[in-house]
């Protein structure tokens, strides 16, 4: 197996003028990921900035509704309101070893251009976040919270207008500012190293589950779920448990409205569930595609999920068996995001929200066992506009 | 035709061969054919024929809209093969596009359908050497040459490997960045030609619009010039289209005399 591949899956499929910088890239993650200072120095962001550890907190009160005990992992907590600053603190900091000035990343639910804006005011780069058009209306609050933090936004118009065409983007920024830029990946995604290196630093999420859970129940989890849109939050949380075979791993994509698709679209983001393999944004991964191989536009309700394609190590793992694809649809997911915010007094991201309404669903089966950790990968103050506005909608609906 | 035939052809003549970038499809196949033919005419030598991808992430503007134009218009991988297949001009074809197309439809039978329409060369710019081995043993078998690229910032073991691993010519990309056309290419082209050295004839692409830059190109020692989206945005615009294809393609083949 090639040092890029998980099984059949990975790989660089890359133009040919990124190759030396992927190369780059793998040699100083190499030299600086077990390195005294460079660990040090992360430390003190992850616990100074970031706000780690998160609280591994029991649902007292979901417990009791559905009958099992559930754990959420509190990622909403961490500065910026998801994971996604474990990854660009990491990676900031790489760069900053690497003596790159210049940080572009895109963004789907705003949460990773935030926080790639958070990492980049606090570490003095100048930077530059790609966000598709439609994402920039549905999450506009987190374009203001990027812009005053000094990065420069750029609406993405071509294609889904969503998190794909703004990879496309970024990768065409990257090819012609390759020589002093990098290129910081929000997710598992994309071509080798990126989906080494954004789950090495994501997950900080596992390791605490893993010491938090013995603390508090003296046993490791019967199950673990988590969202799935490129799978960064998902890796973090399970690659900790990945040898600890007694341990269930799900992770729940967005089913959107029904999981069909039409001629150009998929209805949904389920890419490991339904999706087939193929070669996009750099890796041999699952994807949504039409039989000619052209990708087709996801959709879900959550702009963080909406995305084609999944990380090429999620995909190896589907196809091992080790971990369980699962999807709850649009409804659903707006569902679980009122009953945790009814019964916990926690408004979950509509993404997170996803996980929550996998448990809610399935609590009753016995399929999770009687010992649940729900991924809290964020919250959900970006989403309230999104809500509203579907409230209202269906409130017409129904008067009609 | 093959595109060493072609090569040899032009030595005899001693000229340099412009090679003519268009995306099929846009705006129809039907029209395609018919601005292969004024190419040609024009003085091409060689005509690129890009297969349009949904996510062409090394084009600029220019060539992503001609890739929605001709997918819009019912573009396909099938429809391809067919409309090439069906251009009877005495150039060599090379197929353009991204490399999901190809591994949907499975290496092996994407290189026969390329030989079977008459396409001599592929070009694909989301797949690295590393990532070819299956193609490149395709295409070997079916007698269609696999074009790599080299780029300002391929130095070293992989300038050798892809010199080593292209056949038909080598595609040099003398400036970082997307398609599309730029004001000055002088420069950098001479800069990565000084480096090259290789028997496969070299040519250089992205950012070349006129005959002014193709003769500077060719006087820094390439044996081709690229040219896409100078044409794309004549196809764009939909005005005069065959005969201002035709007019831009001479010009440019006057530099390659
Ligand atoms: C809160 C939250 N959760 C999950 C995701 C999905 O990303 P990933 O699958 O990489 O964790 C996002 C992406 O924007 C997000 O904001």
Known sequence: ?400 | MRIADKFTELKEKNEKALIAYVCAGDPSAEATKEIVHALVKGGADIVELGLPFSDPVADGPTIQAASTRALEAGMNPDVYFEMAASIKENVPLVCMTYYNLIYKRGNEKFARDCADAGITGIIVPDLPAEEAEELHVACKKNSVDLIFLITPVTTGKRMEKNLEKTSGFVYIVSRLGVTGERVDVAESTKNILARIDTEVPKAVGFGISNGQQALEVIKAGADAVIVGSAFVSIIASGEDVNRRVEKLASELKISCR
């Open chain 1, 1 to 400: 197996m090639k040092k890029s591949m998980y099984g059949k899956f990975g790989g660089q499929f890359v133009p040919e003028v990124l190759m030396p910088a992927l190369t780059e890239l793998e040699e100083a993650y190499g030299r600086y990921k077990d390195d005294p200072e460079f660990l040090k120095e992360l430390d003190y962001y992850m616990k100074e900035f970031a706000g780690r550890e998160t609280p591994l907190y029991f649902a007292r009160n979901l417990s009791k509704k559905y009958g099992i005990k559930i754990y959420l992992k509190r990622e909403d907590l961490v500065h910026g309101g998801a994971h996604k600053l474990n990854n660009t603190l990491g990676q900031a900091l790489l760069a900053k070893y690497m003596g790159k000035k210049r940080l572009i990343a895109e963004t789907g639910a705003g949460q990773h251009g935030t926080a790639t804006a958070m990492a980049a005011a606090n570490m003095g780069f100048e930077s530059e976040v790609y966000m598709g058009a439609k994402d920039v209306m549905r999450q506009h609050m987190n374009v203001y919270r990027m812009e005053l933090m000094g990065s420069k936004v750029n609406a993405v118009e071509s294609g889904s207008k969503t998190l794909k065409d703004a990879i496309n983007e970024a990768l065409r920024d990257w090819v012609t500012n390759v020589e002093h830029t990098h290129y910081l990946i929000g997710s598992v995604v994309g071509p080798h190293p990126y989906p080494m290196i954004v789950r090495d630093f994501q997950s900080v999420i596992g390791k605490e589950v893993k010491e938090q859970i013995m603390e508090k129940e003296g046993r490791y989890p019967d199950s673990i779920v988590a969202c799935a849109g490129g799978g960064s939050n998902a890796m973090g949380i399970f690659y900790p448990f990945i040898e600890d075979n007694e341990v269930k791993l799900f992770p729940v994509e967005a089913g959107g409205k029904e999981l069909k698709t039409t001629e150009k679209e998929a209805l949904h983001s389920a890419s490991l569930c339904v999706g087939e393999e193929g070669i996009l944004q750099g890796a041999h991964t699952l994807i949504l595609q039409d039989k000619y191989g052209q990708i087709l536009e996801s959709s879900s309700v959550s702009a963080g999920l909406d995305y084609s394609g999944v990380g090429p190590e999620l995909a190896y793992l589907a196809d091992i068996g080790r971990i369980k694809p699962c999807c709850v649809n649009d409804d659903e997911a707006l569902e679980a995001f009122y009953e945790l915010s009814r019964l916990e007094g926690i408004i979950p991201a509509l993404e997170s929200s996803h996980a929550v309404a996998y448990v809610m669903k399935m609590a009753k089966t016995g399929e999770l066992g009687d010992l649940v950790v729900i991924n809290l990968s964020g919250r959900g103050d970006k989403d309230l506009e999104t809500v509203f506005k579907l409230k209202k909608e269906e409130a017409k609906e129904a008067c009609q």
